[in-house]
């Protein structure tokens, strides 16, 4: 006699990708809901103009040519180029790297906890982007710290999941990557493990009671209590990635015209 499996039984990820990819589709809507990025102008940097040498572009945005208008003396070695064509992705993700980790680390510990008995940490690492972003009132193009969140597995299993690729021109589909492809992308030089960053951005969301990420974060919460993991792992992997989209892109819309945070 056949035995018949129930629906909670079998409906859970198999994997820590299946897992974690769900919650970074809630991430990305968040994300999306901001409006697109003011940009005005682009300047390209010359790579040896940077001390990491790598290709970079300096970015104006519309209310920065108000009082400050694009000058090549004010960088050197500059020159002028059409903008890549990953630049508006880059920019949808620009700097948001510690707003992806404060919102998703609980809930990423949570179901990596309850599914694989996995451990995260929120860590700061260097990157080595393949082309680097910066405002026009950096006077040193210096590298900034990134916030990715290291999951290790119970069997010793390290992975790193950044949230916000993008920004640095890498390509989307490399959110998740085992430590060491992780460590090779960035040059070899690790990170630290930064509770101490994590409380910094704790306190930064507080200033800002009605700002997007700290709405967004609320909603967030919300939204997770309202996915139905049971029935998420039901579905096939696209059916799975459309339906999530779906609910957080519901969740998070309105959210560049909000006034007030939620309740």
């Not at 010793?156 to 999941?161: P, Y």
């Not at 039901?234 to 939620?262: N, Y």
């Given at each position: 006699?056949?035995?018949?499996?129930?629906?909670?039984?079998?409906?859970?990820?198999?994997?820590?990708?299946?897992?974690?990819?769900?919650?970074?589709?809630?991430?990305?809507?968040?994300?999306?809901?901001?409006?697109?990025?003011?940009?005005?102008?682009?300047?390209?940097?010359?790579?040896?103009?940077?001390?990491?040498?790598?290709?970079?572009?300096?970015?104006?945005?519309?209310?920065?040519?108000?009082?400050?208008?694009?000058?090549?003396?004010?960088?050197?070695?500059?020159?002028?180029?059409?903008?890549?064509?990953?630049?508006?992705?880059?920019?949808?993700?620009?700097?948001?790297?510690?707003?992806?980790?404060?919102?998703?680390?609980?809930?990423?510990?949570?179901?990596?906890?309850?599914?694989?008995?996995?451990?995260?940490?929120?860590?700061?690492?260097?990157?080595?982007?393949?082309?680097?972003?910066?405002?026009?009132?950096?006077?040193?193009?210096?590298?900034?710290?990134?916030?990715?969140?290291?999951?290790?597995?119970?069997?010793?299993?390290?992975?790193?999941?950044?949230?916000?690729?993008?920004?640095?021109?890498?390509?989307?589909?490399?959110?998740?990557?085992?430590?060491?492809?992780?460590?090779?992308?960035?040059?070899?030089?690790?990170?630290?493990?930064?509770e101490a960053h994590m409380r910094q951005c704790e306190d930064s969301l507080g200033l800002f009671p009605k700002g997007h990420w700290?709405?967004?974060?609320?909603?967030?919460?919300?939204?997770?209590?309202?996915?139905?993991?049971?029935?998420?792992?039901?579905?096939?992997?696209?059916d799975r990635t459309a339906s999530v989209k779906a609910q957080a892109q519901l969740a998070f819309a309105?959210?560049?015209?909000?006034?007030?945070?939620?309740?």
């Amino acid at each position: 006699m056949a035995t018949t499996i129930s629906p909670s039984a079998a409906a859970r990820p198999t994997n820590i990708k299946d897992a974690l990819e769900v919650l970074l589709l809630c991430f990305e809507a968040a994300a999306d809901a901001l409006p697109p990025f003011p940009l005005a102008y682009a300047m390209a940097v010359a790579p040896e103009a940077t001390p990491t040498n790598i290709p970079s572009l300096v970015i104006w945005q519309i209310e920065d040519l108000k009082t400050k208008p694009p000058s090549y003396s004010d960088f050197g070695s500059l020159c002028a180029s059409f903008p890549p064509q990953s630049l508006p992705a880059a920019l949808a993700r620009w700097n948001m790297c510690d707003y992806f980790a404060i919102l998703l680390i609980d809930e990423v510990r949570k179901k990596m906890d309850e599914y694989f008995g996995a451990e995260v940490d929120w860590w700061q690492i260097v990157p080595r982007p393949e082309l680097g972003l910066f405002t026009c009132n950096e006077e040193k193009f210096l590298p900034r710290g990134h916030s990715v969140l290291v999951i290790t597995e119970a069997n010793g299993v390290v992975s790193v999941m950044d949230g916000t690729p993008e920004q640095f021109h890498w390509d989307r589909s490399t959110w998740l990557l085992l430590g060491n492809d992780f460590q090779a992308r960035i040059g070899g030089i690790w990170g630290i493990n930064s509770e101490a960053h994590m409380r910094q951005c704790e306190d930064s969301l507080g200033l800002f009671p009605k700002g997007h990420w700290s709405v967004a974060r609320k909603r967030m919460n919300v939204l997770f209590g309202e996915l139905d993991w049971s029935l998420l792992f039901l579905l096939s992997s696209e059916d799975r990635t459309a339906s999530v989209k779906a609910q957080a892109q519901l969740a998070f819309a309105g959210m560049h015209r909000i006034e007030e945070t939620l309740e």
